[in-house]
C-alpha cells in the first residue's frame, strides 16, 4: 500500500492560527500545476505498488480550479498503479462549495471530501478569521450529500477564547446530526509566526483555562462515544469504516509520496522533504534540480518515530514490530517501558500497549519518557 499526498498551497486569506505554507498569489495556479505534474512523474518510477490513497491538502484545494485537480488525478491514473477503490480526498473550506463544483468533483473522481468548519458559530468562526459562515458551513455539507458523497470528514475546533463547554456541546451535537462520517477535532495553538500569535503575544486576546481545555476534551470523547464514533487517533473520530485510510497509513508508516512545496515523503529508510518556497520549488522542479531534502533514518530514528506514530492510534504500539526494528534496542528499552508502565500512563495489551485516550493529553510527555536515547 502506497499514498500520494499532493499539496495546494493557495489560500484567498490566510487564517489567523495557520502556520501551514500557504500564499494567496493565485496567479501562480498554472505553472504550480505543471511543476506538480512533473514532480508526479519523475517519481512515479520508484513506486510499481498500488497506490491506495490520494490526498489533495493545502493551503485549500478548494480554491483551485476543478480542471487543476482533475489535471493532477489524471496525471496519477497514467503513470502509477491506481487501487480501483482508492480512496481520493480532496481538503475543501466550505465558501469555496457550491452546487456545480461538488458535481465536478464527483465527476472527476474525488470519493472523500474533508471540510474545514472549525465551528458552527458565527462569533467563533469571526474570532478564527473565517470567510464562511455557520448556514454557509451546514449548506456545504447538505449540498455534498445530495449529490452523493457519503464519505464526509469535517475539521472542528476547541480550546477558543469565548467557546464555552455549552456552546462546544452543541457545535458537537450538530456535527453529529449533519451525518457526517468523520470529526477531526483540534485544540487551538498559538503557533509562532501567525498573527492570534502576535495576539496572544500582545495580550490583545485572552486563553482559556487548562481546567476548561481539559473538560471540553473529555466532553468531546464522551460526546463522540455516545453516538458511536470511534476514537481512532488522538485527533479523529470516525464511524466503523470510515477512518482516514490516507492518515491512518502516515500513522502505520506506509509508504508515501508528497508532491509540491513543502510536502514530505516516506520510503520506509528515508524521509524527505521538500522546499517550502513556491517559486524555487516551481524552478527546481522545471529545471530537473534538486528540490528536496533527505534524511536516511537511522535505527533509532526508527525506533523512536514507530512509537511517535503508534501511540497516537487506538490501537498502540506491538512489541513484535518494536523488535523487528532491532532486538538489541528492544530489549534494552524493555526496562524504560516498564518504568513508564508503572506510573499508570501506559495500559498493557496482548503482546503490547497503547495509551488510553484520556491520557493522550499527555502524549507529548509519555513520548519523552519511552524514547531511546540517540
Known sequence: ????????????????????????????????????????IEQSSQYSE?????????????????????????????YYNLSDKAEITLEANPDDLYIEKIKNYKTIGINRLSIGIQSFHDDILQFLSRRHTAKKAIDS??????????????????????????????????AVKLGVQHISAYHLTFEKGTPLYQKHKNKEISTISEDESVNQYQLLIEKMAQYNF???????????????????????????????????????????????????????????????EEEVLTTVNKFNEYLLTHLRLNTGADFNELSIIDKNIFEKWH?????????????EKPNGFFINENNWLLLDYILTQLWVDV
Open 230 to 292: 470511534i476514537h481512532y487517533e488522538v485527533s479523529n473520530f470516525a464511524l466503523a469504516g470510515f477512518e482516514s485510510k490516507h492518515n491512518a497509513a502516515y500513522w502505520h508508516q506506509k509508504k508515501y509520496i508528497g508532491i509540491g512545496p513543502s510536502a514530505h515523503s516516506y520510503t520506509g529508510t528515508t524521509r524527505r522533504w521538500n522546499i517550502s518556497s513556491l517559486f524555487d520549488y516551481i524552478h527546481k522542479i522545471k529545471t530537473h534540480s534538486n528540490a528536496y
Open 50 to 78: 498500488p497506490i491506495d490513497t490520494i490526498y489533495f491538502g493545502g493551503g485549500t484545494p478548494s480554491f483551485l480550479p476543478t480542471a487543476y485537480i482533475e489535471t493532477l488525478l489524471n496525471t496519477i491514473v497514467k
Open 1 to 40: 500500500m502506497a499514498g500520494i499526498y499532493i499539496h495546494i498551497p493557495f489560500c484567498k486569506t490566510r487564517c489567523v492560527y495557520c502556520d501551514f505554507y500557504s500564499t494567496t498569489q493565485i496567479d501562480h495556479f498554472l505553472p504550480l500545476i505543471e511543476a506538480e505534474q512533473i514532480e508526479l
Open 141 to 174: 455539507v447538505k449540498w455534498a450529500q445530495k449529490i452523493g458523497f457519503d464519505n464526509i470528514s469535517i475539521d472542528l475546533m476547541y480550546g477558543i477564547s469565548g467557546l464555552t463547554s455549552e456552546i462546544w456541546d452543541k457545535t458537537l451535537d450538530n
Open 335 to 347: 526496562l524504560k517501558y516498564q518504568a513508564v508502565l508503572k506510573t499508570g500512563l501506559i495500559s
